[in-house]
T-cell receptor, first 113, second 115 residues
Framework: KQEVTQIPAALSVPEGENLVLNCSFT??????LQWFRQDPGKGLTSLLL?????REQTSGRLNASLDKSSGRSTLYIAASQPGDSATYLC????????????FGKGTKLSVKP | KAGVTQTPRYLIKTRGQQVTLSCSPI?????VSWYQQTPGQGLQFLFE???????NKGNFPGRFSGRQFSNSRSEMNVSTLELGDSALYLC??????????????FGEGSWLTVV
């Protein structure tokens, strides 16, 4: 059974800090891993998709890495801004070709001005 | 291009009633997945439809059902509502499937409150 854990559950930082969000998964046989952002009361927005053959993906101030062998992914946010405040979730596929995504419970990030 | 549209956005129902939620995926996307999100359980998979066929189903009781139409629009239905069904129901759209390595686009969700 695939389990996805995100630590910490909540994080508060001052504006301008670089920060790392962690995601771990128990079954390393994954095709890909996605990071999403969710604003309060809203749906999820895909941030980065890392294929199993890749080690990292970058988009602007975001960089996500994937280490399948250790069952870990990290999302690095550079020079954080108040607009980055949101809940960040990671998700991995499970169950073969007709499986579904398993989501972590997220890290709630608050960036203080 | 237009995003994923979910209707209604908010609704309140009474225990025992039934509810139907609708999702219009991004044009050209053939896969629609549904998730339930609650503070305690997080996001839990309900089902996925691809080209009008249910491809996969999560561990929810039979009161939860869905379907997909030929234009890829999808509906989910919950019958005999219980208080525990209060949640944010999210629809996700993708070209070929939620796990096939393509970007997934979520709607804003339908907030269901059961009283």
């Amino acid at each position: 059974k695939q389990e996805v854990t995100q630590i910490p559950a909540a994080l508060s930082v001052p504006e301008g800090e670089n920060l790392v969000l962690n995601c771990s998964f128990t079954d390393s046989a994954i095709y890909n891993l996605q990071w999403f952002r969710q604003d309060p009361g809203k749906g999820l927005t895909s941030l980065l998709l890392i294929q199993s053959s890749q080690r990292e993906q970058t988009s602007g101030r975001l960089n996500a890495s994937l280490d399948k062998s250790s069952g870990r992914s990290t999302l690095y946010i550079a020079a954080s801004q108040p607009g980055d405040s949101a809940t960040y979730l990671c998700a991995v596929p499970y169950g073969g070709s007709q499986g579904n995504l398993i989501f972590g419970k997220g890290t709630k990030l608050s960036v203080k001005p | 291009k237009a995003g994923v549209t979910q209707t209604p956005r908010y609704l309140i129902k009474t225990r025992g009633q039934q509810v139907t939620l609708s999702c219009s995926p991004i044009s050209g996307h053939r896969s629609v997945s549904w998730y339930q999100q609650t503070p305690g359980q997080g996001l839990q998979f309900l089902f996925e439809y691809f080209s009008e066929t249910q491809r996969n189903k999560g561990n929810f009781p039979g009161r939860f059902s869905g379907r997909q139409f030929s234009n890829s629009r999808s509906e989910m239905n919950v019958s005999t509502l219980e208080l525990g069904d209060s949640a944010l129901y999210l629809c996700a759209s993708s070209l070929v499937g939620q796990i096939q390595g393509n970007t997934i686009y979520f709607g804003e969700g339908s907030w269901l409150t059961v009283v």
